[in-house]
């Protein structure tokens, strides 16, 4: 299955089930919302799982593009994403949470073709405040999935304090070998996933109080899916990134790692982009530097003639496209270029700075912190520009 094919697949499959399709199209929450960024599928929702009346209704779904800057460090590796689409179902104190499990074991095995044996469960086994979730075991276990109770793998909330609930989170056996183990034992398989049953609010003392609308919330990783789906061990290696793959390995001499992380954050830049960010010092924009900073210092680590001018343009075409933005590939090109001008820029006033007598090697966290303060040259820039002298 292809991309279009998979989000099709979804979204067909829950509409013929009354649920209404909402927009999930912008990274940039609502006005009033305090956070920069839109993280999950579930963000929008939260007045409404918490008892808002929806404008379109108790069953909705939505393909909703994220941005999470906490896995920074982990980009690079084989499945980590800065910008990723979650598909979300939910059900807004309409059916239960024993129908919604059934209805993903439904599409999973029927709708994406994954084998029964392949699959496996972990649901809530109980702690000092909530009682075993003895629903979604039963479910499961007159599905016939195998299932596994864990206490903290299997308790979702969106913070500290808000709606939470006891979980299921479904895994796909992605092995070479037939399935084997369970999801806490063996890390072949693979969680794609996660249907909460949103029935608690959490107050600040740590109290839980039943919620009046107990609702039903589920979140599924496009890319991820996309990985087992089309039998990959790489995001990176789905058709989604084929573009990617396929034109800048031969432009960028970068090992792996390095030129997974310049694609992620190249293709991040894009979207952010698109969405009417641009860079600056601070907000929204400071994380769009940040990430348009960390991709240069990676591509010029060994190399300095390595330029973003030489980015085709189909990858910024496809990248809009598929995110639905209708900006052309020109003006963010042109955003592209002026950044690395200003890149440029900092990285010869860094190395003036640098060269002074009073910066000692090894530097100091002190050291860092001026460089960062006073000439704005951030903490991975300094250590790029130590590594290249």
Known sequence: MNTEQTLRTFTDFYRERGHHLVTGSSLLPPPSDPVLFTTSG???????LQGRPHPHGRRLLNVQRCLRTTDLDEIGDLTHLTVFEMLGSWSLGDYGHSQSLRWGHELLSDGFGIPHDRLHVTVFGGDDQVGPDIESLSTWRELGVPVEPTVEDNWWSNGPVGP????????????????????????????????????????????????????VDTGMGLERLLTVLQGHNS?????????????????????????????????????????????????????????LRRLLTTLRRDGSDRTLSDLPEELIEHT???????????????????????????????RRVLSRSEFQRPLTDEDFGYLHDTHGLPRDLVAGLLTTR
Not at 42 to 48: D, K
Not at 182 to 201: A, K
Not at 243 to 272: A, F, N, Q
Request: glycine residues 8%; negative net charge; proline residues 10%.
């Open 42 to 48: 579930m963000h929008p929702l939260t007045p409404y």
């Open 320 to 350: 809009l496209d598929h995110f639905r933005q209708p900006c052309g590939a020109g003006p963010i090109r042109d955003e592209l270029l002026e950044e690395e001008r200003r890149f440029t820029k900092l990285l010869e006033r860094g």
């Open 235 to 291: 995001v990176y290696e789905t058709d989604l990134f084929e573009p990617w793959t396929r034109l800048l390995p031969p432009l960028w001499d970068l090992d792996e790692p390095s030129m997974r992380l310049v694609c992620d954050h190249l293709r991040s830049g894009i979207v952010v982009l698109g969405d009417g960010v641009r860079p600056s010092n601070t907000g929204r924009g400071y994380v769009l530097r940040r990430l």
């Open 164 to 215: 939470c609930g006891p979980d299921s989170e479904i895994f796909v056996w992605t092995g070479d070998t037939s399935p084997r183990g369970t999801p806490t034992t063996d890390p072949r398989w693979v969680e794609i996933w996660n249907h909460v049953h949103m029935r608690y609010h959490r107050h600040e003392d740590g109290s839980l109080e039943p919620l009046r609308q107990p609702s």
